[in-house]
């Protein structure tokens, strides 16, 4: 089995660095988008064989470094009795939405090893094929929470920002249930057979530094504590990580992953040579030539060289209509450094 | 006339900060919606009478400390021959848009003080009337660029990625065209009485550091010389300053409008004490009880207390759904340090 990925999240990598991308199980892959002429998103978030199947798919079809579990960050709010879908062309929706207090307090609190056993079932089918390391994941406390409050499209989050001032009391404690009911999904996770964790707290690019501390970070903390306790990496991704990379390292993740908007090198000077890091193409990047594409890998790659703990990622997921050849010229970029 | 924003700008501030909100004059006042259920906002820019009344409400309503001109940032657009729209409820339209390079090299370049005659009418008819300072403004080449390439409502701007990346020459060219007129813009607004300037350049947060000094800050260091040539302080806002802090110093600007993810008072070290600091509550605040506002209007006061070269401004435009008497609970805070 590769182990790159565990070596270089451990920083004590001395060979290439590994490659996995965010939403390497996604629409730029021709094989994706046929199953999702015959599947609805549900289908193959909820369906075992199927998200196995997706999971699976980059890796059978471009030979990346690591498998990440194909999922999606909301199906946590199904231990809170929460219904999803995932409308054709729109962004995920809950219901029902949070809309007062009271709708916190009487929230209900199902076994995650009952409402998620379906990627138990996932993680278990992925193991029985894959020779590389798997990840697993869930989204921070804070985006979960702001899904469970926001209708879908709204960047800026207004009806969360408008809770916290008002009632933080309240959001409190729905935080608090997210992060409790994370950490036992996540546990689940692992002894099902995930290798690293990254935890995806997208959104709180919105908030102040001194609410990111008060809403997000505190409950951070506690999930990679509880991670790191089961003896299993963690890596926190975030939008705006390059502003907040000093903060994101008081608490002592094993990883950091980083947007697009500051060098690599120049953020590793924050970042102690114990915390590794992972990035930081820009997506958009993977639409251009494909000799640009090289020659940004190689700037990279030889401005980490010989960094025992940098992980090749793209700063964001990869978009959609990336030419899947693109990703091949960048892989095998990453393959010969 | 109260000069407190001019002082500022000076960094000579010795009494209390001046206060001005970006969009001071929008939505939240029941005033301006009643004119716009008269009035598209087409006819609210393009009429000189009415933009200066818009311009002025909200300095008769809620005595603000200086006034900003009621236009759009792409009204220069006009002058290389495009049309706008803005329909309700969505973002700005521009029309044509640019779909390839010999769109660019194709366009006209009309005489900006025929095009945009209409706002130096506005600009003489305001000053008629106004006895504190007036702001004038336009975009950042980068962003006016993105609006006249991407159709509206997308944030991370793929198209405009995908052409810089492609073909940066053409773009380039698209850049150099925009800055040229935007110069001959500022200097009519100058003419015309305007005593300072802001430049909106909104979208770079979504560049790289390479790519922002490449395709934004090399054209905005050419407006804020040009401006300054013309004895009038220029400032400059973008999304994610706090993250270019210490690159927006290096282009010498007057003063940088900084967003809420910092503290002002951070921040500050990173800004030499000649550049005025501009900012920076988070505009969602605002819904928060009024007690809450104070309270954190306190906080930001006290901790530039002192600073000679700070304006009490918001870390991004107020919202719509603002209640007035929440705006007036800021000013007075500010009003009463």
């Not at 809950?94 to 379906?118: A, F, M, N």
Request: glycine letters at 4%; one cysteine or more; a neutral charge.
């Amino acid at each position: 089995m590769s182990d790159l990925l565990l070596r270089a999240l451990k920083c004590k990598n001395q060979e290439r660095p590994p490659i996995w991308l965010m939403r390497q199980a996604g629409r730029y892959l021709p094989e994706y988008r046929a199953l999702r002429q015959r599947h609805s998103l549900w289908e193959m978030f909820h369906v075992p064989e199927l998200a196995a199947e997706v999971t699976l798919l980059p890796i059978k079809l471009l030979e990346f470094d690591a498998a990440i579990l194909f999922s999606d960050i909301l199906v946590i709010l199904e231990a809170l009795g929460a219904k999803l879908d995932f409308p054709e062309g729109k962004g995920p929706q809950v219901s029902p939405l949070l809309k007062e207090p009271k709708d916190i307090y009487s929230l209900p609190s199902l076994p995650v090893s009952e409402t998620l056993d379906y990627v138990k079932k996932t993680i278990v089918n992925v193991k029985k094929e894959l020779k590389i390391p798997l990840i697993g994941f869930c989204g921070g406390p804070f985006t979960v929470a702001s899904y469970f409050i926001e209708s879908s499209g709204r960047t800026d989050l207004p009806k969360t920002k408008e809770w916290l001032y008002k009632d933080p009391a309240s959001f409190h404690h729905l935080l608090e249930i997210i992060t409790s009911a994370s950490i036992d999904y996540l546990k689940m996770q692992i002894e099902a057979g995930v290798q690293a964790i990254q935890i995806f707290d997208s959104w709180i690019n919105v908030l102040s530094e001194p609410h990111l501390w008060e809403f997000s970070f505190k409950y951070l903390e506690r999930i990679f504590k509880a991670v790191q306790a089961q003896k299993v990496p963690v890596t926190v991704f975030c939008r705006g990580a390059s502003l907040v990379a000093e903060q994101l390292c008081c608490l002592n993740p094993n990883a950091i992953s980083f947007d697009w908007q500051k060098p690599l090198s120049a953020l590793r000077s924050q970042v102690p040579l114990h915390i590794a890091i992972q990035g930081n193409l820009d997506p958009h990047l993977l639409k251009a030539p494909r000799a640009i594409i090289r020659k940004e890998a190689q700037k990279l790659l030889s401005s980490m060289a010989a960094d025992q703990g940098f992980i090749f990622n793209l700063g964001h997921g990869v978009l959609p209509d990336t030419p899947i050849e693109h990703v091949r010229e960048l892989i095998d970029a990453v393959k010969s450094a």
